[in-house]
């Protein structure tokens, strides 16, 4: 198939991800199955959706890559092609800076900002991240608040999704890596009442 999508299970729940010729241009991060093709929907309208064999070579690489980062396992989704759409240049730019951080480590917004030459945008660093279409493919969940605290998260499950995630590939950080000298922060949970 040129196009299409594909619901897959991996050991967070159920994912999803969708393609036009061999990129990847939207992931959906475990959520039910309705949730899913919401966000398929919104993001590759009309994309069919696909069986296993359906998807070409590199999106199916893509797929089992994110099945492994997910159950624990030491992967890099470093090569897989992304088609970004209509992302602004700045967008491009942060996702571009997300996508070189390893599992296992993490920066900090104003961090991002630093690096690409924009002191002062962590904020708009924020509000890029928020729009990411492809969610673990660029490792938006590797960027924090300042002080170690979460940030925000828009996928499914927000925070606690980005805090599972943290926990999975906190196996793979390098011993002076962010995560043994920032220490990791849930925001205070709100009383129902």
């Not at 490792?139 to 300042?146: D, I, W």
């Not at 605290?149 to 999704?161: E, L, M």
């Not at 805090?163 to 849930?186: K, N, V």
């Amino acid at each position: 198939m040129d196009h299409g999508y594909r619901i897959f299970d991996t050991a967070l729940g159920r994912c999803a991800l969708a393609w036009r010729g061999g990129a990847v241009v939207a992931t959906a991060l475990p959520a039910p199955e309705a949730a899913l093709r919401l966000a398929v929907e919104r993001r590759a309208p009309g994309a069919p959706e696909g069986g296993p064999g359906s998807a070409p070579p590199p999106v199916a690489a893509a797929i089992a890559g994110i099945v492994a980062l997910l159950a624990g396992e030491r992967a890099s989704l470093d090569a897989v092609a992304v088609a970004f759409g209509d992302a602004s240049p700045f967008e491009r730019r942060v996702w571009a800076l997300a996508r070189t951080i390893p599992p296992g480590e993490t920066l900090t917004y104003g961090a991002v900002a630093d690096r690409l030459g924009e002191s002062g945008a962590a904020r708009a660093v924020g509000v890029a991240l928020g729009r990411n279409p492809v969610p673990i493919v660029v490792p938006c969940h590797r960027v924090l608040a300042a002080s170690g605290r979460s940030g925000g998260f828009s996928a499914p499950g927000g925070i606690d999704t980005k805090m599972r995630l943290l926990s999975i590939e906190a196996r793979h950080a390098a011993p002076d890596g962010l995560f043994g000298t920032l220490p990791l922060q849930a925001p205070p949970r709100r009383r129902a009442g």
